[in-house]
């Protein structure tokens, strides 16, 4: 029930491209979805977050989608850049859980030129 | 800047040898956090500290412990290391605990253990 499933585990795409990784969830307590991304030798940074009550937020070349009914949520990354070459996680939090990320299990990213 | 440092980058200990990891932070938060992360896996939290209250996930091995001395410094020392717990090791701070506040991850050491 604690577990956040995230595909695919690794993810090839042309500069340009638009990347999209794949999270969902089983706890319907969980409210708050960050995705985090980490570079080689670095500790991941949150990225964008979303909570519930929308569908869709959009920083930049990063969207979240969210589909509550289907306890499912996706980054996509529009304009793929070399330089977001990284690994992604989405994670998952509840209210009252003290901070405590339940992390899926990464999808590493390589863009090419 | 303000920032979470950690040190050392890189250890390498013997099994069963103790050793100790360095947490500190410029930013003045109050909780901070240990994760581990092995190879091509998800972080995993061990432990926070939201202060000095220490709050122990419950299937973090005994083997592991953490002290804060201040709101400066945190440590995680791992008391008999084993050959499994080669990872790396996160250290992390927030603000705040029951908010969505961002947790800001240090660059990691990378433990060896031979």
């Known amino acids: 029930q604690q577990q956040v499933k995230q595909s695919p585990q690794s993810l090839i795409v042309q500069k340009g491209g638009i990347s999209i990784i794949n999270c969902a969830y089983e706890?319907?307590?969980?409210?708050?979805f960050p995705w985090y991304q980490q570079f080689p030798g670095k500790g991941p940074a949150l990225l964008i977050a979303i909570r519930p009550d929308v569908s869709e937020k959009k920083e930049g070349r990063f969207t979240i989608s969210f589909n509550k009914s289907a306890k499912q949520f996706s980054l996509h990354i529009m304009d793929s850049q070399p330089g977001d070459s990284a690994t992604y996680f989405c994670?998952?939090?509840?209210?009252?859980?003290?901070?405590?990320?339940?992390f899926g299990t990464g999808t590493r990213l390589q863009v090419t030129l | 800047d303000a920032m979470v440092i950690q040190n050392p980058r890189y250890q390498v200990t013997q099994f069963g040898k103790p050793v100790t990891l360095s947490c500190s932070q410029t930013l003045n938060h109050n909780v901070m956090y240990w994760y581990q992360q092995k190879s091509s896996q998800a972080p995993k939290l061990l432990f926070h500290y939201y202060d000095k209250d220490f709050n122990n996930e419950a299937d973090t091995p005994d083997n592991f412990q953490s002290r804060r001395p201040n709101t400066s410094f945190c440590f995680l020392d791992i008391r008999s290391p084993g050959l499994g717990d080669a990872a790396m090791y996160l250290c992390?701070?927030?603000?705040?605990?029951?908010?969505?506040?961002?947790?800001?991850f240090g660059p990691g050491t990378r433990l060896t253990v031979t």
């Open positions: 994670a998952a939090r509840r209210s009252g859980t003290a901070s405590k990320l339940t």
């Open positions: 706890n319907t307590a969980f409210d708050y």
């Open positions: 992390a701070t927030s603000k705040h605990r029951d908010r969505e506040d961002e947790q800001y």
